[in-house]
């Protein structure tokens, strides 16, 4: 087995390709976020106007949000220009993202998952990829800000300090298990981060409503008015936890049968199996207490919000500052 320097250098090209679609993408996203925080102002000072005026009724302090839609405020037929070409980029960035990390494995003659540069690469390129898929059940183009933006940001850290020259795997890595584990980790990672992301957007819109309720208005971040509610928000953030607990459960049962072909135990209480297992247990929590305690709203958002960061500190933390029989992920 051998590298392809020239497959590998065109991998490395498509993946700088992907990383400029993608900021292309990010500041479409962004530009559509600002000019719904322009609509949302200009319906409120429209409302408070009305307000004071005779034979007029206010019937609400803001846009109305169907509980069951995800539809961000607007009408069904609406279809804004520049969100509508964020998405065209990004679905063009996901093509040249996954070509480049295709190129990578075809380069090595293996999967593309033998170092943390790889890893990297591959996991933001899921993340892209359960995005898009879930924009075919829900309306989430609000949520392309704070999905492309750690995409890139992952991709940024991986060509600038995580980078790796294409080479062959380690004895460890050579099993059928490599796809089975890492691929299914892939997905409940990205569901993950779907996730976190409408928490913190939940997080922050029930702030701003506590403060209407307050009768204070909120000074900054009109843009959120005409996001979903903070309700609407928390339960797609627990329907996407929800899926990503199963696949991170067969995660944690997959490296363990792994752990036994390769080292002839089931468990060795490595740091990235014991991070792995507590990233499960904070997730068990969370589904717990909302499902027997009742939690949801900001309660059960923070506990999202630790497990989340334990899923960083695993992939981020143990990979690069711990040794141990997962080193090779270096």
């Avoid at 135990?265 to 909302?290: G, M, Q």
């Avoid at 960083?312 to 040794?323: A, E, L, P, Q, R």
Wanted: proline residues 3%; hydrophobic residues 50%.
């Amino acid at each position: 087995m051998g590298v392809n320097e020239n497959l590998a250098q065109l991998s490395n090209n498509l993946i700088y390709s992907a990383m400029a679609a993608y900021a292309v993408a990010l500041i479409a996203f962004a530009i559509d976020l600002s000019g719904r925080g322009r609509v949302a102002n200009a319906g409120r000072e429209k409302e408070l106007v009305n307000a004071g005026s005779p034979g007029v009724t206010v019937t609400g302090a803001g846009p109305e949000l169907p509980a069951t839609s995800m539809a961000a405020g607007d009408k069904p037929s609406e279809k804004r220009q520049t969100v509508a070409m964020a998405i065209m980029v990004t679905w063009l960035a996901f093509v040249l993202h996954t070509a480049g990390v295709i190129l990578r494995g075809v380069a090595v003659e293996r999967v593309p998952w033998g170092n943390m540069y790889e890893f990297s690469i591959s996991g933001a390129v899921i993340v892209t990829g359960v995005y898009l898929a879930a924009l075919w059940r829900m309306d989430l183009r609000f949520l392309g800000t704070f999905v492309i933006g750690p995409v890139l940001l992952s991709l940024g850290l991986a060509v600038a300090v995580l980078y790796t020259e294409a080479a062959e795997l380690v004895p460890a890595l050579q099993s059928t298990w490599l796809v089975i584990h890492v691929s299914v980790a892939f997905i409940a990672s990205a569901l993950y981060v779907l996730g976190f992301s409408l928490t913190v957007l939940q997080l922050s819109q029930d702030r701003r409503e506590s403060l209407r309720a307050g009768g204070k208005e909120p000074s900054r971040g009109q843009f959120m008015d005409k996001l979903p509610a903070s309700d609407v928000l928390d339960r797609a953030s627990y329907r996407l936890y929800a899926i990503g607990f199963p696949l991170w459960t067969f995660t944690l049962l997959a490296g363990a049968i792994w752990a036994e072909k390769a080292w002839g135990r089931y468990w060795n209480w490595d740091p990235k199996e014991i991070w792995s297992f507590v990233i499960w247990v904070a997730y068990a929590a969370y589904l717990h207490a909302r499902a027997t305690r009742g939690w949801d709203g900001r309660r059960a958002a923070y506990l999202a919000c630790v497990a989340f960061a334990c899923l960083m500190f695993n992939y981020f933390g143990v990979n690069i500052f711990f040794s141990g029989l997962h080193a090779y992920a270096k």
